[in-house]
Structure formats: structure tokens, C-alpha cells
């Protein structure tokens, strides 16, 4: 049982450039979640699911999207690049009703934007 | 914005117990403490939650006033492993969305 896994685990990109982080869970999770956190702070929530085919925004969703087609994937994108998304970036699942249990995290993706 | 406050720093000797803090003077009935913690630049990890009554764990214990608006994670004998921040959340059951502070960094001393 692998949990939640992130790929990449590092990654740096260029200024404009585009990409996708992907976050996986095998443990048929309704909930993720994408979670960023700065050098010295707490995660701040970029967006969340319930469930395939229903997403929202969280606390800081400018410059990001998501989708989520299927209960295992939540693909984050960065559309255009800047060096303010400089972060380690984290997902996160659960299943209500083994809430007993908390959130699950990923290991984390470190991406720098030069 | 995050509605618990925490101490941002505390040191502890290896061994001892460890006794972090928490105050959430606003929580709501329906809302839940939780703790997790997060060990150098891993990913957040569960700890213990609880409503009202005490909790045990085979990790820690949570003592939650009886007026609910603070509460103590307990970490009974500490080791440099433990070493970590931690984040105390207010959260209704089922929530959709953690909200973190900015945490307390417990340092375990050998």
C-alpha cells in the first residue's frame, strides 16, 4: 500500500514555462488536496476535490488549475511559471468515513521557478 | 487564517515528557482538535484527535480543557525522533480543508 505518491520529487523550471505535479493515491480516497508551503510557514491550501469530477479553490488558487477524472489522480498545473511559486508542494488524501485517521500526505515536490 | 495559537518554539530533554500547547478559544461545538506533525520537510503526519474527552494513542495523548478552549499533545517520553513542528487544527468532522498555522518547532535534546 503506497499511500499518496507525488512525482516529481524536485523539478526546476523556467520563468513562463508550464508544467504538471502529479499526486496519486491508492487508498480510494474522496478527498485530496493540494497544499504549498513556503520556507519557514505552514501549508497554505492551493485547491481540493470531494470527489472525480469536483474541484474548488482553496486559500491561494491563482496560477494553478486542477481536475480530478479519476478517485486515484489529482494533477496539479501551473499554467505560466513565476518565481513566487517557488515552494515545496504537498497533496493530501482522505476518506471521510475513516476520518479517525486524519489526512494522508505525499512526500512532497520541491519546485523552483528561475 | 488560522484560528489556533501556538507557542512557536519549545525544547525538550530526550526522555521527558514533551508538552505542547495549544489555545483555540473560538472553536465551535461541531469542531474537532487535531494535531499533526511534520519532521524536517516531510510531508505532514496524523497524530491524535479529540472532541471533548481525553485521548490516548500509541504516538501521544491530547488533553482538551473542560471548556474546550485549549488543549495539551503530550508526548510521554521523547526522542530525538520526535524532533519535528506541530500543528494543532480546529476542523469539523469530515472537514474538506486543513487549515495550518504556523506550528510549534519541538526540539528533543539528548
Known amino acids: 500500500n503506497a499511500g499518496v505518491t507525488q512525482t516529481p520529487k524536485f523539478q526546476v523550471l523556467k520563468t513562463g514555462q508550464s508544467m504538471t505535479l502529479q499526486c496519486a493515491q491508492d487508498?480510494?480516497?474522496?478527498?485530496m488536496s493540494w497544499y504549498r508551503q513556503d520556507p519557514g510557514m505552514g501549508l497554505r491550501l492551493i485547491h481540493y476535490?470531494?470527489?472525480?469530477?469536483?474541484?474548488d479553490q482553496g486559500e491561494v488558487p491563482n496560477g494553478y488549475n486542477v481536475s480530478r477524472s479519476t478517485t486515484e489522480d489529482f494533477p496539479l498545473r501551473l499554467l505560466s511559471a513565476a518565481p513566487s511559486q517557488t515552494s515545496v508542494y504537498f497533496c493530501?488524501?482522505?476518506?471521510?468515513?475513516?476520518?479517525?485517521?486524519?489526512?494522508?500526505f505525499g512526500s512532497g515536490t520541491r519546485l523552483t521557478v528561475v | 487564517d488560522a484560528k489556533t495559537t501556538q507557542p512557536p518554539s519549545m525544547d525538550c530533554a530526550e526522555g521527558r515528557a514533551a508538552n505542547l500547547p495549544c489555545n483555540h478559544s473560538?472553536?465551535?461545538?461541531?469542531?474537532?482538535v487535531y494535531w499533526y506533525r511534520q519532521i524536517h520537510s516531510q510531508g505532514p503526519q496524523y497524530i491524535i484527535h479529540?472532541?471533548?474527552n481525553n485521548e490516548t494513542n500509541e504516538m501521544a495523548s491530547l488533553i482538551i480543557t473542560e471548556d474546550r478552549k485549549s488543549s495539551t499533545l503530550i508526548l510521554p517520553h521523547a526522542t530525538l525522533r520526535d524532533t519535528a513542528v506541530y500543528y494543532c487544527?480546529?476542523?469539523?468532522?469530515?472537514?474538506?480543508?486543513?487549515?495550518f498555522g504556523q506550528g510549534t518547532r519541538l526540539t528533543i535534546n539528548p
Open positions: 493530501a488524501s482522505s476518506d471521510q468515513a475513516g476520518f479517525n485517521y486524519g489526512y494522508t
Open positions: 487508498m480510494n480516497h474522496e478527498y
Open positions: 476535490s470531494v470527489g472525480a469530477g469536483i474541484t
Open positions: 473560538t472553536i465551535s461545538g461541531n469542531e474537532y
Open positions: 479529540g472532541l471533548k
Open positions: 487544527i480546529e476542523q469539523v468532522w469530515g472537514a474538506q480543508k486543513l487549515v
